[in-house]
């Protein structure tokens, strides 16, 4: 399911301060390519434990973009082909659709790497997604630790079963296969009780893909929020968003 927003405030935000980086530490003064391309499953997470991820189940793409040695990597559920440009070209993409987006992120969490202001660009592989699940509470009360109520938007199965475990969970997604069904007994949530779920929560847990699918700007600013995964990395530093990626590479 494809979601087009309009331009928006975290784009605003997110573009300019993206030309500022490269303006400031040189990279628009030659010509620098950045090549984007999209990973096969196992090449993005490997040969997990469970089968039940998106990328597995191909509801999702995992697009990687290279800039030297330096390794982005961001989740889509669009693609196009793979795109090679110049790194200028890229910052000023229209962002219009999520593969417009999907291309934009990645090349800023790669930039973000090869300066080291972003670590854990590249997804964690095999049974890595147990252990950054298990971690994922452990460091929601170190950071909030009054939470009793959580939101986490994004159906991740593992985050769910470790999560229900210790709070009063709600999910939010946006997948119809998912919405009405339940995981680890919690039932799967969609667009039209995200607002009553984000009133009822004290806390929100929110993939980092809503960088790219156009729905970051619905969480800011309503509730206490971690954003997690690989996608958010570079604009989490830019924008200064709590951010938790356990076992990003």
């Not at 010509?31 to 391309?37: A, I, Y």
């Not at 950071?143 to 986490?152: A, I, M, Y």
């Not at 199965?157 to 007994?185: E, H, Q, W």
């Amino acid at each position: 399911m494809v979601f087009c927003a309009p331009a928006s405030t975290v784009y605003e935000q997110l573009r300019s301060a993206f030309s500022d980086l490269v303006t400031e530490h040189g990279l628009g003064r030659d010509r620098m390519e950045v090549t984007c391309v999209r990973l096969t499953a196992e090449e993005a997470i490997g040969r997990p434990r469970h089968d039940d991820y998106p990328i597995i189940r191909g509801r999702e793409f995992m697009v990687a973009a290279t800039l030297g040695e330096a390794v982005g990597q961001a989740f889509t559920d669009t693609w196009r082909g793979d795109y090679v440009a110049d790194l200028k070209d890229i910052v000023a993409m229209p962002l219009t659709d999520n593969y417009e987006r999907s291309v934009f992120v990645a090349s800023l969490n790669a930039v973000c790497r090869s300066l080291g202001l972003a670590d854990g660009t590249v997804h964690c592989k095999d049974d890595e997604p147990l252990e950054c699940a298990d971690r994922l509470a452990d460091h929601l009360i170190e950071r909030h630790p009054s939470t009793q109520k959580v939101l986490l938007v994004g159906c991740q199965p593992r985050m769910i079963a470790a999560l229900s475990k210790r709070f009063d969970l709600r999910v939010n997604d946006l997948d119809a296969d998912n919405i009405g069904t339940k995981k680890s007994g919690i039932a799967i949530d969609g667009p039209d009780r995200l607002e009553e779920n984000l009133e009822w929560a004290d806390c929100a847990l929110v993939t980092g893909t809503t960088i790219v699918n156009g729905t970051l700007d619905d969480f800011r600013d309503k509730v206490p929020t971690v954003y997690y995964g690989v996608t958010v990395a570079g604009t989490a530093h830019l924008l200064g968003l709590d951010r938790f990626c356990h076992c990003g590479r």
